[in-house]
């Protein structure tokens, strides 16, 4: 359904984004992927899947960068049909306390990174008549939790893009859409996961057991690969009028 498209996923070495860019890859778009860590494991996997796959280093907190890699994925596929703002980082304190380099660390990572790679891919999708904008934002881009002002600031902040975005190209075959994932069993909420364990003196499976049963009715994780299909139909002709939803998959988070 993709071949011949190229999608960009910010954050795509690990977790959610290298499920959606596998998921994406399975229906034959090229993949440019960013992010740290295991990159060459992630492109291997990537490539095993028979598409083409680029890595650009971009730091997320950087627009100078930023405008480095969407350069770097015109030149080397023509243009960004699909981009899926995914980087993200969290961290858990009080307002009172919260550290004000994390504050803004969260916000240009997790909120203004997406302005910039948006306000980049948008005119080449324009000039194409084309165009699918996935933001992953999160349930805490509906509903807030303590401790994350930050986070919670920056994915309602998202959702908000997201509602802006999809109306100034309302006309156009360009979509932009939020996903608002619950609990994903990834790096980022393993390590909130074993704060809890410690803090708490439990073992890790309580503390995910208490961690689920604080806000997911389900009392299950949902998994990178729900979250990647999700993005294939927001990329489907189905989808085609589709446009500013912030959909959440969440298993009743948000319903309570
Ligand atoms: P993760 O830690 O597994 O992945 C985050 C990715 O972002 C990694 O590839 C990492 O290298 C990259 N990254 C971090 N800082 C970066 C930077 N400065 N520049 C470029 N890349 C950077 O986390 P995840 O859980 O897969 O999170 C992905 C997205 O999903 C985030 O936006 C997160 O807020 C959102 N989300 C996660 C959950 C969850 O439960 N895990 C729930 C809702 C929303």
């Known amino acids: 359904m993709l071949a011949r498209k ?16 596998k998921a994406l ?4 778009a090229n993949i440019v992927l960013n992010g740290f860590g295991e ?3 992630a492109k ?12 650009h280093g971009a730091d997320m907190s950087k627009p100078a960068e930023i405008e480095a890699m969407m350069a770097f994925a015109a030149q080397r596929f023509g243009q960004v049909d699909i981009l899926v703002n995914n980087a993200g980082i969290q961290h858990v304190s009080r307002v009172e306390n919260f550290p004000v380099e994390r504050w803004d660390a969260i916000m240009a990572i997790n909120l203004t990174s997406a302005f910039h790679t948006t306000r980049l891919a948008l005119p080449a999708m324009q000039k194409a008549n084309w165009g699918r904008i996935i933001n992953v934002a999160s349930v805490h881009g509906l509903v807030a939790s303590a401790e994350k002002s930050a986070y919670v600031a920056a994915k309602h902040g998202i959702v908000g893009l997201t ?11 360009i979509t932009c859409n939020a996903i608002c994932p619950g609990w994903v069993l990834t790096p980022l909420v393993q390590k909130q ?5 410690a803090a708490l003196g439990i073992s890790n499976d309580e503390a995910t057991r208490l961690l ?15 979250l990647g299909e999700l993005a ?13 939803v912030a959909w959440n998959m969440d298993g009743g988070w948000a319903a309570q």
Do not use: H, W
């Open 193 to 197: 996961v074993d704060a809890k364990a």
């Open 232 to 244: 294939v139909f927001f990329c489907s002709p189905a989808a085609n009028n589709v446009r500013g």
């Open 6 to 21: 190229t999608a960009l996923v910010t954050g795509s070495t690990s977790g959610i984004g290298l499920g959606i860019a």
């Open 25 to 28: 890859a399975r229906q034959g």
């Open 44 to 55: 291997a996997e990537v490539k095993a899947l028979g598409v083409e796959v680029e890595y």
């Open 163 to 173: 509602k802006v975005t999809a109306l100034e190209n309302a006309t156009t075959g």
């Open 39 to 41: 990159i060459e494991a």
């Open 212 to 226: 689920l049963g604080e806000k997911e009715p389900s009392m299950q994780f949902t998994t990178p690969e729900e």
